[in-house]
């Protein structure tokens, strides 16, 4: 009887890639990937560790299975990603109920730690987490009609509050044509969102090619047949360069949806934090995009209550995203983890004043996202719909505004059949919260 394996994925769209090819490792290697662990033969954490709320996520889930362990209801735990390589040596001694580790540079060997571990051999595996990203086939963890498309590896920036360096390498970029090959592979399967990710998609071929390819690599990617929407994950600000701009601004399928992290604005913080580009620099490159593209949504992502915010850098915050009003923002509170540069620094900020900062930029966002909403009543938009929500009685869907899992949806209703995959027109009618309500519009022609 084949080998039952169930895989729980935590963390980010990279991790989710990972993922998704050791499943098809062990698929190809006869094993069978079942959607629960309790009954399976062995269950894979795949690990986000890069601050301490994810290091806990993970850790819970594994003493979740080590229960059904317990109780004869699972065979074995193997623990894969960034938690094992973070703790090395100290993972399998802290965690008796853990049967296997593999680093972030060992997933390639998850069928051989499947079979090891079921013949109780017990170990961690780190291998050299700087080698080249691997290409392999993947089984989607995400509807079949979008995918993400991880282009490099590792990160080369270095950001004071940040581990990832440390836990998964080098910047490193895929050759151009696997990513090609696997993209074109992925929309022959029906795919019709591909969301390029890495850790700084800006950055793409400068390892490999000693030059900036990422505005190449799109243009050759939007002539994909078949492909509808290219999404762009994570630019580095100061990579952003006009060549990058113009190709996106001049093929319709790369959406002019702008993930920009800035983590914060003040100059002082920017650099504690060890971030290229200031402010004057910021500012004026939103503008820039804004008038090269004027539909263009801009999403960011912010950190609260880094050593030595003060309440005059934090005001500056503040005051920037209510001047900006980026409609999308994710806004995280300082973690400060061992082994990052900002960990060792003076003035860390008390978690009762970060919770507070947290807060008051939660609010602010969110009048700046029910600002958004309300222009977007009366435009009639292009929706990927991805099923269908029997508590509302309507379909779901994303306009290119909408990132999976990370931004809100458009709830709509349809005289005729829409199926999750298809697009539509939908003419918005209302918002609710933070999604956005509508009915199709198959009359109106080509919607933005
Ligand atoms: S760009 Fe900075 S925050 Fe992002 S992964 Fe690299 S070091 Fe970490």
């Not at 986000?48 to 065979?75: D, M, P, Q, T």
């Not at 691997?134 to 509050?161: F, M, Q, W």
């Not at 099923?387 to 005729?416: L, N, T």
Request: aromatic share 8%.
């Amino acid at each position: 009887m084949a080998i039952k394996v169930a895989l729980i994925s935590l963390g980010c769209p990279k991790n989710q890639v990972d993922s998704e090819q050791m499943l098809s490792m062990l698929k190809d290697a006869g094993m069978k990937h079942v959607t629960h662990p309790d009954g399976a033969d062995v269950a894979i954490v795949n690990t986000c560790g890069f601050i301490e709320s994810a290091v806990n996520e993970g850790l819970s889930e594994i003493f979740a299975l080590s229960e059904l362990k317990k109780e004869g209801r699972l065979k074995k735990i193997i623990v894969t990603g960034c938690i094992p390589e973070r703790y090395k040596g100290e993972f399998l001694k802290e965690l008796p109920e853990v049967d296997f580790a593999l680093g972030t540079g060992s997933c390639q060997k998850i069928v051989d730690a499947v079979t090891e571990t079921l013949e109780n051999h017990r170990a961690a595996c780190f291998d050299d987490i700087n080698l080249s990203p691997i290409s392999a086939k993947r089984v989607l963890l995400s509807p079949t009609h979008s995918a993400y498309i991880k282009i490099a590896e590792g990160c080369d920036n270095h950001c004071a509050y940040c581990i990832i360096p440390k836990i998964r390498g080098r910047f490193r970029s895929r050759p151009e044509e696997e990513i090609l090959k696997e993209a074109e592979t992925l929309v022959q399967s029906g795919v019709k969102e591909l969301i390029v990710v890495a850790q700084d998609i800006t950055r793409y071929g400068v390892d490999l090619y000693r030059e900036h390819r990422l505005a190449n690599l799109l243009k050759k990617m939007c002539q994909i047949p078949n492909v509808e929407w290219i999404r762009l994950h994570y630019l580095y600000p100061d990579e952003i360069d006009d060549r990058l701009l113009d190709v996106i601004a001049s093929d319709k399928k790369i959406l002019h949806y702008f993930d920009i992290p800035i983590q914060h604005i003040s100059d002082k913080i920017l650099t504690l934090m060890n971030r290229r580009g200031n402010r004057a620099f910021i500012e004026a490159l939103f503008e820039k995009i804004r008038t090269k593209m004027p539909d263009a949504v801009l999403r960011t992502s912010i950190i609260a209550g880094l050593p030595g915010e003060t309440d005059v850098e934090f005001s500056e915050l503040c005051d920037f995203m209510k001047k900006e009003k980026l409609p999308r923002a994710g806004i995280f509170s300082y973690s400060q983890e061992e082994g990052s540069a900002a960990a060792a620094m003076e003035n860390q900020v008390d978690d009762e004043t970060k919770s507070r900062r947290m807060e008051i930029l939660g609010d602010i966002q969110y009048s700046v996202m029910e600002e958004y909403n309300e222009r977007q009543i009366g435009r009639v938009l292009k929706i990927l719909c991805e099923g269908f929500d029997p508590d509302s009685g309507s379909y779901y869907g994303r306009s290119y505004a909408d990132s999976p899992e990370i931004d809100s949806k458009v709830y709509f209703h349809s005289d005729q059949p829409v199926s999750a995959g298809q697009f539509v027109s939908v003419r918005i009618t209302g918002a609710v919260d933070s999604d956005l309500i509508g009915n199709t519009a198959f009359e109106e022609g080509e919607p933005a």
